[in-house]
């Protein structure tokens, strides 16, 4: 992105500071229904989707948890049955052996460790296999106070674009982001985003011309002075 475009979006918008909550407010009002998509009872439930919806869509995972969770309603369920029935059960969603395996581990130690019950730390959670800190960050946010922030492909490609992070690394976004966003808003953020990356900020085809941000954001289409385009190479990281 030319320096000139860069200087120029940096001070259209203003400082990110004053920005994040005008932003946040809009997109509550614009987005009232956005939640987790994924279909889900109960803690252990919960966790199990969010395992599940690695490298698929939640639709997806929501078409293979209607059965599954029929079939495995506790942890020893999920023992119970061959490696090769619980892949089987799952295989639907991808990745279906490595995922397996790392449900039965999951379930093994909720089991030995944890009273058969989900825990409610970032540690204990990042201590079951195949739970990463973007899992262990979705679990946490549903069960209600929010450790940290969700930082999946749609958050960070709008966190990059309304300038509010240069980085690409997930940790040093969310990082980047739990400085900036008021702790009130964490559980809320993240589906915010989604939701906004899913309708109207689109990867490919950013619709500016209809985004209740165009005003505040440096990579807005519409405030382009250049003519560069937000998304792909034209987002305006540096602008932060
Ligand atoms: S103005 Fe454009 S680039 Fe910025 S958030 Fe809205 S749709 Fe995305």
Redesign the pocket.
């Known amino acids: 992105m030319a320096r000139s475009y860069v200087k120029e979006a940096r001070q259209r918008v203003g400082p990110k500071r004053d920005r994040i909550v005008p932003v946040v407010e809009r997109l509550l009002a614009e987005h009232p229904d956005a939640t987790i998509a994924l279909t889900f009872r109960n803690d252990l439930e919960l966790l199990v989707s969010v395992m599940l919806s690695a490298q698929t869509t939640d639709v997806n995972v929501n078409r293979v948890t209607v059965r599954l969770f029929e079939k495995y309603r506790t942890p020893h369920d999920y023992l119970a049955v061959s490696p090769e029935e619980l892949e089987n059960d799952i295989r639907a969603t991808g990745f279906f052996r490595q995922k397996a395996k790392s449900l039965r581990g999951t379930m093994a130690i909720l089991l030995e460790e944890f009273d058969g019950q989900v825990p409610g730390t970032m540690d204990e959670l990042l201590r079951l296999p195949g739970v990463a800190r973007k899992t262990a960050n979705v679990v946490i946010a549903e069960r209600g106070e929010a450790q940290g922030i969700v930082v999946d492909t749609h958050v960070r490609r709008?966190s990059q674009?309304?300038g509010f992070t240069r980085q690409e690394d997930p940790v040093k976004i969310e990082r980047d982001l739990i400085r900036l966003v008021p702790r009130r808003y964490w559980n809320a953020f993240p589906h915010l985003l989604i939701w906004?990356g899913r309708r109207?900020?689109i990867a490919r085809a950013?619709?500016?011309e209809v985004?209740v941000?165009?005003d505040l954001?440096p990579?807005?289409?519409?405030g382009a002075a250049s003519g560069a385009a937000?998304?792909g190479a034209g987002s305006a990281r540096d602008s932060v």
């Open positions: 709008l674009r309304l906004h109207v900020c950013p619709r500016c985004c941000l165009n954001c990579s807005s289409r519409l937000p998304g």
